[in-house]
């Protein structure tokens, strides 16, 4: 069974930096595409980015450039830092993680990112 816990939210003011961390156990790397979303105030959850299992990124276009996926497979976790943040990034940020072919979807609890002046 797969467990999602992520952390590193928070409140920060426009132009922070912020590193979000997922800690995903009992998943293999190699058999999942990994990927961030989030949900803003009032708002339907949108997609981030994904991480594909060999470590091709993609992001959405309003965080292109802002943001950057890594991951740990020795720690067994990967990471979404926030760079130039800006109040429209304000939201509840989700980690994600999908089986390359049972196609079965996990999820983080989700951490709540503010920011504000």
């Known amino acids: 069974q797969v467990t999602l816990v992520e952390s590193g939210g928070g409140l920060v003011h426009p132009g922070d930096s912020l590193r979000l961390s997922c800690e995903a156990s009992?998943?293999?790397?190699?058999?999942?595409?990994l990927a961030w979303y989030r949900q803003p105030p009032g708002n339907r959850r949108e997609l981030v980015g994904t991480f594909s299992w060999d470590g091709s990124p993609n992001y959405a276009d309003s965080v292109k450039g802002r943001f950057t996926f890594s991951r740990d497979m020795a720690k067994g976790m990967f990471f979404l830092q926030m760079d130039t943040l800006n109040p429209e990034d304000t939201a509840v940020y989700y980690c994600?993680?999908?089986?390359?072919?049972?196609?079965?979807?996990?999820w983080g609890q989700g951490t709540q990112v503010t920011v504000s002046s």
């Open positions: 994600n993680a999908k089986h390359r072919f049972t196609r079965r979807e996990y």
């Open positions: 009992g998943m293999q790397f190699n058999l999942h595409n």
